[in-house]
């Protein structure tokens, strides 16, 4: 049966909790003491609940059509972009940095293999954290966020510590991912270089190499061994030629003897060692 309901009162009234005259359009009771009134509502229909009647099956039917509703809205909601610059910094770092027109020829065994490596990390892993801390970089390099921004910083100093805790630890020192962790923070330096932030330098190039030459044999069958001992020789190679310098002697015997016998088949840096060892 619809019911119009009993008489509510002007809004004032209501909030007031005091008699309304329902005068029309402002009652009397707000007018005589100077203060606004907010008018009527608009009384809609009220339906009694007569569910109960009809015993618990109604009720289960009607707690299943709700829950299938709502899981058919919860299907239908669009999900909005994260507040966190990392979580767009990162996708975008992956994608047009380490994927977007890279190879084994284009990059000498470093970037290709980041993302792969990435897919089974731990999200504060050391190459994770030192990803996470160059896609900021880069992101904000690009004006994605503000100059004033700590987080650069603040991520910088995480993956800095991280690596250093994993560099800590024989287990991880004998990971390609520790190592990889090394060249992504050498990119963050590089990129701080060219902006004029600090000087250039090679000391994550130079740990990266460390991690290598002191691995035990049983971490050299790893998967990105042999690419990234080809990495490193080319950057040694390339600042050597660049430098006018000869490598070191035991640079020359590391190639010989550790390089050399593992670099992929054609692999550019093999021949300029050897054109720069005679």
Known sequence: MVNRGASQGCVTCRQRRVKCDERKPWCKAC????????????????????????????????????????????????????????????????????????????????????????????????????VTATSIKIWSMIGKLPSSSPLPYQLLVKALKRLHQATEKPEERGRDETVLAALVLQMHDTLSAVSGQTRAHGAHREGALTLLLQRENCFKSSKYYAHLVGNLLHSRVSVSVRNRIRLPTKDLEWIETEVAPILPIGYPATGLAKSHTS
Not at 73 to 98: C, G, K, M, N, W
Not at 100 to 123: C, Q, Y
């Open 31 to 130: 007018l005589r003491l100077g203060i606004e009134c907010m008018g009527y509502e608009k009384r809609g229909l009220r339906f009694k609940d007569e569910t109960i009647r009809y015993g618990a099956n109604s009720a289960a039917v009607t707690r299943s059509s709700k829950r299938t509703k709502q899981s058919s809205l919860e299907r239908t909601i669009i999900r909005l972009p994260s507040d966190h610059p990392q979580d767009l910094a990162v996708p975008f770092f992956l994608t047009y940095v380490t994927d977007v027109g890279r190879s084994l020829e284009s990059t000498r065994g470093f970037l290709e293999f980041v993302r792969p490596a990435l897919a089974s990390e731990r999200h504060d892993s050391a190459l994770n954290t030192a």
